[in-house]
């Protein structure tokens, strides 16, 4: 049996609610927007052929929630998400960590979180910053870089990625 290549997803999380009621950051919800986007962008992944071995997300709820559409778009349970707190509003250097700690074994990995720690890591994993949508961001609300990535999760270096595309839902036809 040939090995699947190893990739990298990294996914924001989807747009958030605002208006809702909230108490903390880490309780925001996603907006009828991030729900609708998440769809999207699980079509494209299963489009793609996603089927992470590992499924990482922030704890906050519209991260958390982001993370759990995606895996059940791609048939997997809630439980397949990991959640870990370091990944919360984490910085480059925390999120390094979070991928170093991957099980060698893991051929195909997502990680949904938060900017600006994603852009971070998208423009150190590129070697330089990525293009920008539309939009002017890189990074936008429920966007997805695809990175090829290599044999070892705990030596990411600048420039270690291979990027294959940053897909953002406004840039796709509704699924």
Do not use: I
Not at 24 to 50: E, F, I, K, Y
Not at 82 to 105: C, H, K, N, Q
Request: net charge positive; proline share 6%; aromatic share 4%.
């Amino acid at each position: 049996m040939t090995a699947r290549p190893r990739a990298l997803f990294v996914m924001r999380h989807g747009k958030s609610d605002w208006d809702s009621d909230a108490v903390t950051d880490l309780d925001r919800p996603l907006a009828r927007r991030g729900r609708r986007d998440c769809r999207t962008m699980a079509s494209w992944c299963a489009q793609v052929g996603l089927l992470p071995d590992v499924l990482l997300s922030s704890p906050a709820e519209r991260a958390a929630d982001t993370a759990r559409r995606l895996g059940r778009g791609l048939g997997l349970d809630d439980d397949d998400v990991t959640l870990d707190e370091r990944l919360y509003m984490a910085e480059l250097p925390e999120l390094l960590a979070v991928l170093a700690g991957v099980r060698s074994d893991a051929s195909q990995v997502v990680l949904v979180g938060h900017n600006p720690g994603l852009d971070a890591l998208v423009a150190h994993l590129h070697g330089r910053k990525p293009p920008a949508g539309v939009s002017g961001k890189v990074m936008t609300t429920a966007a997805v870089a695809h990175f090829r990535m290599p044999a070892d999760w705990s030596s990411l270096r600048r420039g270690a990625g291979k990027l294959v595309e940053v897909v953002r839902p406004k840039e796709l036809p509704a699924f």
